[in-house]
């Protein structure tokens, strides 16, 4: 290791501080490249209808018993509506979306929170809550049809078990990082880590985050429209939600979701083929 004098930085005694001037080591960045390629291999898996590749490193099995346990949690501290008749849309409009999933493996349960937020979720293993503030947003059960199959597309797809298999890789890259630049002074090192987190937060993990979005809203489109939904409500309900948000929204490249426009623009790309899948999955056209 090499050592510098800090002639610019006198210390109070009037002596110089010595700096490391130690290198960065290329050995650790080696070894998590062929771990990195090894863990992509075993635990490449593809996304059903999508055809996409993803890794994913735990078995459904825990990933849904996680998500039982996460629903039970949210179940727990949240009001739960049980009865009414926007807790009947709710499972009527889930159970028909789920049908035709044709995933056998889940057990489905659709619940209605009493919250003011615009949100709704789908654990893996079909745990599925929507909140009541979401629903003067979707205004009607094709605008819940298109909630409800963007959730239950992300449990499908197993985006969550990819998002933390895409993290650990990270977490393991940092600490590769953080070996190699070891011997470096503390404001290089800093530096090092810092541009390798802001790589992988905006290079890997923000773009990956927008793909699972537009890949749930593709799935959720054709779930919705199997399930004989119009799936010309998609765009509908993202223009409501665009002129909610106005301009908070975050600009895309920062953000873990895309635009609306973006959205908007895709679902309208999807919109012949959705269709087509609703005119040869229903009796009316």
């Not at 809550?129 to 199959?149: F, K």
């Amino acid at each position: 290791m090499r050592y510098s004098i800090d002639t610019e930085n006198p210390q109070e005694d009037g002596s110089y501080p010595v700096r490391r001037r130690g290198r960065f080591k290329i050995l650790p960045i080696v070894l998590f490249a062929l771990f990195a390629l090894f863990y992509v291999f075993s635990n490449t898996q593809t996304v059903p209808m999508t055809g996409r590749k993803q890794i994913v490193d735990m078995s459904r099995e825990d990933e849904m018993a996680l998500g039982l346990q996460s629903y039970a949690a949210v179940l727990q501290q949240a009001e739960v509506v049980r009865s009414g008749a926007e807790v009947d849309l709710v499972r009527s409009v889930g159970a028909r979306i789920a049908k035709v999933t044709e995933t056998t493996d889940f057990e489905w349960e659709f619940n209605l929170l009493q919250s003011p937020d615009v949100n709704a979720f789908c654990l893996p293993g079909g745990k599925v809550a929507v909140y009541t503030g979401i629903l003067p947003v979707a205004e009607n059960a094709d605008g819940v049809a298109v909630i409800m199959g963007h959730e239950i597309a992300h449990a499908i797809a197993r985006h969550g078990a990819e998002r933390m298999a895409q993290q650990r890789l990270v977490q393991i890259g940092q600490l590769a990082v953080g070996v190699a630049a070891g011997e470096m002074d503390d404001g290089a090192r800093r530096a090092v880590l810092g541009a390798f987190g802001a790589g992988a937060q905006f290079g890997v993990l923000l773009p990956f985050s927008r793909e699972h979005e537009s890949e749930a809203d593709y799935m959720g489109l054709v779930f919705m429209a199997r399930a004989c939904f119009d799936p010309r409500e998609a765009p509908a309900f993202w223009r409501r939600m665009a002129s909610r948000a106005g301009s908070g929204q975050a600009v895309e490249f920062m953000s873990t979701h895309p635009s609306s426009e973006k959205r908007i623009e895709m679902l309208e790309q999807w919109m012949e083929e959705a269709l087509k899948v609703r005119a040869g999955s229903c009796a009316a056209g």
